[in-house]
């Protein structure tokens, strides 16, 4: 258990619906990252917060939103769903920035049929 | 736009064998992470290396962080079938901005 928690850990929806991910960061992280990771396309950066505040943005699509509640955990909302967006959702978390490295949750797994 | 290029992209050996992943760009990095990720789990933390010319040792992996914080390698002696997995390093550049690498599938052969 890396400390950090996803829920759900599998997702199976229809095109053209809404899901949310949710994710609890290691205790005393600060700062929460969203990754989105395909067979072909690696690990790419979605989105960071930091305590609460959007802090550094990637490729988020826009019909993708995110935020950092008080608590601290993080929600990511994936509207207008497409066959494409199938992939693994994983939440990463750090006490500040990711200088000395991220701790991962262990993704959901979203399948868009 | 910053890339941080993995080699090679799979690696298929025997067990017992060594060998050795690359990864490499063009741009200074503050730190650098070495992750493993499994089927179906998320990226665990291997090392961090932050001084130029650093040298890291867990175990059977050997990190290397390049003199100018560029690039950085990662060697495994006497692989075992336990070390199957997509290994990926991650520079920092300033305080920030952080990078994946392209991954590399390293699978070994009992």
């Known amino acids: 258990d890396s400390g950090v928690t996803q829920t759900p850990k599998h997702l199976i929806t229809a095109t053209g619906q809404r899901v949310t991910l949710r994710c609890s960061p290691r205790?005393?992280?600060?700062?929460v990252y969203w990754y989105q990771q395909s067979l072909d396309q690696g690990l790419q950066f979605l989105i960071q917060?930091?305590?609460?505040?959007?802090?550094a943005k990637g490729n988020i699509l826009e019909r993708f939103s995110a935020q950092q509640f008080p608590d601290l955990h993080s929600e990511l909302n994936l509207s207008s769903l497409e066959l494409g967006d199938s992939a693994l959702y994983f939440c990463?978390?750090?006490?500040?920035?990711?200088?000395?490295?991220?701790?991962f949750g262990s993704g959901t797994r979203l399948t868009v049929v | 736009t910053q890339l941080l290029e993995q080699s090679p992209q799979f690696l298929s050996i025997q067990e017992g064998e060594n060998l050795t992943v690359y990864c490499n760009s063009s741009?200074?990095?503050?730190?650098l992470q070495w992750y493993r990720q499994e089927p179906g789990e998320g990226p665990v933390l291997l090392v961090t290396?932050?001084?130029?010319?650093e040298v890291k040792k867990l175990k059977r992996l050997t990190f290397q962080f390049g003199d100018a914080r560029k690039d950085s390698s990662l060697h495994i002696t006497a692989a075992q079938p336990g070390d199957t997995g997509l290994y990926l390093c991650?520079?920092?550049?300033?305080?920030?901005?952080?990078?994946f690498g392209t991954g590399t599938r390293l699978k070994v052969l009992a």
């Open positions: 290396v932050v001084t130029g010319g």
């Open positions: 917060y930091y305590n609460g505040e959007e802090r």
């Open positions: 990463a978390s750090s006490p500040s920035g990711g200088s000395y490295g991220y701790t």
């Open positions: 205790s005393g992280d600060l700062s």
């Open positions: 991650a520079g920092v550049i300033g305080t920030y901005k952080y990078i």
């Open positions: 741009s200074v990095f503050s730190s």
